[in-house]
């Protein structure tokens, strides 16, 4: 089975800055996607950012980004220009084109005003 | 925007008892999830439907719960007996088609379930 881990169960950050969160996976194989979920307290998942493990550009959506070490097997993301609705928590999870989808046990971000 | 709908948002029952919970996807979406989510920690998948059949159902505890997606479209999730150690948010989601093309999840708002 896969492994998702995620090493911050806390983070903050001050409003307008960057702040990068950590995720590093375990897997055999050689084609596979990565995701950032975002939940907000008391709301639904949302997907933040995806990316292809047979890509080599980075992906990148708006004030979010990606640093994919694929020989690390580390899926980083950054959020530039933090805001405070950004507050919440943040899950990677990888999946390797089967039936499976892991997710890591989350970082709680705050963005402090 | 289409979204994942879910029901009850809240629902607290006394162990013994036994709980269901509703969802509906996404429209048109062949895949759906059931998923438990554990205060503090990640969701992990109870069981995946493509179109009416289980796909994949290995970490659903079958003594006690049960789900089903009769016409392919809406799912239940049943458990019973409810156990204190069932507390916890249960998340429906779906995506258009097997995860296996790398597919995007749609999560819907989850039941948040209290045995007590």
């Known amino acids: 089975a896969q492994t998702v881990t995620q090493s911050q169960p806390e983070m903050s950050v001050q409003e307008a800055e960057t702040v990068t969160l950590s995720c590093t996976y375990d897997t055999s194989e050689s084609n596979y996607y990565l995701f950032w979920y975002k939940q907000p307290p008391s709301r639904q998942m949302i997907l933040v950012i995806r990316?292809?493990?047979?890509?080599?550009q980075n992906a990148t959506e708006n004030r979010f980004s990606v640093n994919f070490q694929k020989a690390a097997k580390s899926s980083s993301l950054k959020i530039s220009d933090s805001q405070l609705g950004d507050t919440a928590m943040y899950f990677c999870?990888?999946?390797?084109?089967?039936?499976?989808?892991?997710f890591g046990t989350g970082t709680s971000l705050t963005v402090i005003p | 925007e289409a979204e994942v709908a879910q029901s009850p948002r809240y629902k607290i029952t006394e162990k013994s008892q036994a709980v269901a919970f509703w969802c509906d996807p996404i429209?048109?979406?062949?895949?759906l999830y059931w998923y438990r989510q554990i205060l503090g920690q990640g969701p992990e998948l109870l069981v995946q439907f493509q179109d009416e059949s289980v796909v994949d159902d290995s970490q659903l505890p079958k003594d006690r719960f049960s789900a089903e997606r009769l016409k392919g479209v809406d799912s239940t999730l049943k458990i019973q007996p409810a156990e204190l150690g069932d507390s916890a948010m249960y998340l429906c989601?779906?995506?258009?088609?097997?995860?296996?093309?790398?597919?995007?999840?749609?999560f819907g708002p989850g039941t948040r379930l209290l045995v007590l």
């Open positions: 990316q292809e493990a047979y890509k080599q």
């Open positions: 999870a990888s999946n390797t084109g089967g039936n499976q989808f892991y």
């Open positions: 429209s048109g979406h062949a895949t």
């Open positions: 989601a779906s995506s258009l088609v097997d995860l296996g093309r790398g597919e995007t999840q749609y």
